[in-house]
């Protein structure tokens, strides 16, 4: 079954300790993203990557790191320097080319004490 | 500054009358439109979607209409069932060098009641 796979679905972590959020997609998508969900929010863009290796900053990249280095992986990383880093965080791919369309996996919870 | 808004953070309709879930932009360079429907610690999964040249689209029991001129888009649902009760956002892209990222709105929670 094509699809998109995070791991793992509920994350705890203590404050100051970086974390990294796995996602993989077996789609053939070019295009990968990260959202982040805060409840009564809608979903904010973290980062995004059209292409491998090349990646850019969405709306709230600050404290958050990423890679590209493969087509099927584009893990994130929560920094320390994340001031809230407990949500709900979405990865999500789309065909390169193709306006609109993104298809999301089904998240992963990080709890930051 | 929210470029996508959904005012209406919940909506209540009974089994089998019409949801209609109302969104509006401001960003006039957004060209494409999706709606997609999230239940609780799951992913979205995308609905509908259309283009600014049109200004409908029908998939079964989902329709999307979109109206330019006022920047605003609804997505009506007929007829309503249980197991639409989700939370709906409001997507849009658009030119200019950005066409693969998508600016959500903050959801409607809609409630189909038997």
């Known amino acids: 079954d094509g699809g998109i796979t995070q791991s793992p679905k509920y994350l705890f972590r203590k404050e100051g300790q970086n974390v990294t959020l796995s996602c993989e997609q077996n789609l053939n998508h070019d295009a990968m993203y990260w959202y982040r969900q805060d409840p009564g929010q809608g979903l904010r863009l973290i980062y995004y990557s059209q292409i491998v290796n090349d990646f850019q900053k969405g709306d709230i990249a600050e404290g958050y790191s990423v890679s590209r280095e493969k087509k099927e992986s584009f893990p994130l990383t929560v920094t320390s320097a994340q001031k809230n880093p407990t949500a709900f965080y979405l990865c999500?791919?789309?065909?390169?080319?193709?306006?609109?369309?993104?298809?999301f996996g089904p998240g992963t919870r990080l709890t930051v004490t | 500054d929210q470029q996508v808004k959904q005012n209406s953070p919940s909506l209540s309709v009974q089994e089998g009358r019409i949801s209609i879930l109302n969104c509006d932009y401001t960003?006039?360079?957004?060209?494409?439109f999706l709606w997609y429907k999230k239940y609780p610690a799951e992913g979205p999964t995308f609905l509908i979607s259309?283009?600014?040249?049109?200004d409908k689209n029908e998939d079964g029991r989902f329709t999307v209409f979109l109206n330019k001129s006022a920047k605003h888009l609804s997505l009506h649902i007929v007829p309503s069932q249980p197991g639409d009760s989700a939370v709906y956002f409001c997507?849009?892209?658009?030119?200019?060098?950005?066409?693969?990222?998508?600016?959500f709105g903050k959801g409607t929670l809609l409630t189909v009641n038997p």
């Open positions: 997507a849009a892209s658009g030119s200019g060098g950005s066409n693969y990222k998508l600016t």
């Open positions: 999500a791919s789309s065909i390169s080319g193709t306006v609109g369309e993104q298809y």
């Open positions: 960003n006039s360079m957004f060209d494409y």
């Open positions: 259309i283009s600014s040249i049109k």
